[in-house]
């Protein structure tokens, strides 16, 4: 009988540094879709704060700390991050595991702005789009989420079976924009 072992969307392929820019993993586990039903979207964000400190996001946001994060995916959707949905929610809101759907990563430094410029259709400089902001977009060709968690740091979302191309795509971008800095 065969031994199967679990291993993670990136294993073997992150983390890597190019110059200042670091790309690793984020183990976000587990991951929650949760779509609330026509008339329940207070409801499902009070019941959210009550039992894990987050609220349902508004679009363009997300809302939460370290450990746990509600993050606007959609209309009228968000994904649960880190923690499992509180007892009541699958009442008022359609809640779907998708753990083993995601590819999550990290890009920081000083210049990741500068990367994603090169594979993201959207101004993700600090002033148009700041600590707090998600967006749903594409990263080169693959639909993602994005969302800015510090000023020098973003995190991006794939789906698990584009991993390995948005690691490459992200790898050429930093490889491109640290060739650019004066020797």
Same mark, same amino acid.
């Given at each position: /009988?065969?031994d199967?072992?679990?291993l993670?969307?990136c294993?073997?392929?992150?983390?890597?540094?190019?110059?200042?820019?670091t790309?690793?993993?984020?183990?976000w586990?587990?991951?929650?879709?949760?779509a609330?039903y026509?008339g329940? /979207?207070?409801?499902?964000?009070?019941?959210?704060?009550a039992?894990?400190?987050v609220?349902?996001?508004?679009p363009? +946001?997300?809302?939460?700390?370290?450990?746990?994060r509600? %993050?606007w995916?959609? %209309?009228?959707q968000?994904?649960?991050?880190?923690a499992k949905?509180?007892?009541?929610l699958?009442a008022?809101a359609a809640v +779907?595991d998708?753990?083993?759907?995601?590819?999550?990563?990290a890009l920081s430094?000083?210049d990741?702005?500068?990367v994603?410029?090169?594979?993201?259709p959207?101004? %993700?400089?600090?002033?148009a789009?700041?600590i707090?902001?998600?967006?749903r977009t594409?990263?080169q060709? /693959?639909?993602?989420v994005?969302?800015?968690d510090?000023?020098?740091?973003?995190?991006?979302?794939a789906?698990?079976?584009?991993?390995?191309?948005?690691?490459h795509e992200l790898?050429?971008? /930093?490889?491109?924009?640290?060739?650019?800095k004066?020797?």
């Amino acid at each position: /009988m065969a031994d199967l072992k679990s291993l993670s969307p990136c294993a073997g392929l992150l983390p890597l540094s190019r110059g200042a820019l670091t790309l690793e993993e984020v183990a976000w586990d587990p991951i929650w879709s949760v779509a609330p039903y026509k008339g329940q /979207m207070q409801d499902v964000s009070d019941l959210l704060n009550a039992a894990l400190g987050v609220g349902f996001p508004v679009p363009g +946001t997300w809302d939460g700390d370290a450990n746990v994060r509600a %993050l606007w995916s959609g %209309l009228d959707q968000a994904f649960l991050v880190g923690a499992k949905p509180p007892a009541g929610l699958t009442a008022r809101a359609a809640v +779907t595991d998708n753990s083993d759907s995601w590819a999550c990563v990290a890009l920081s430094g000083d210049d990741v702005e500068e990367v994603l410029a090169r594979l993201v259709p959207v101004d %993700l400089r600090e002033a148009a789009f700041g600590i707090g902001r998600c967006i749903r977009t594409q990263v080169q060709h /693959m639909a993602c989420v994005v969302l800015r968690d510090a000023p020098d740091r973003f995190v991006i979302m794939a789906f698990r079976s584009m991993a390995g191309t948005l690691v490459h795509e992200l790898d050429v971008a /930093m490889q491109g924009v640290d060739a650019r800095k004066p020797a």
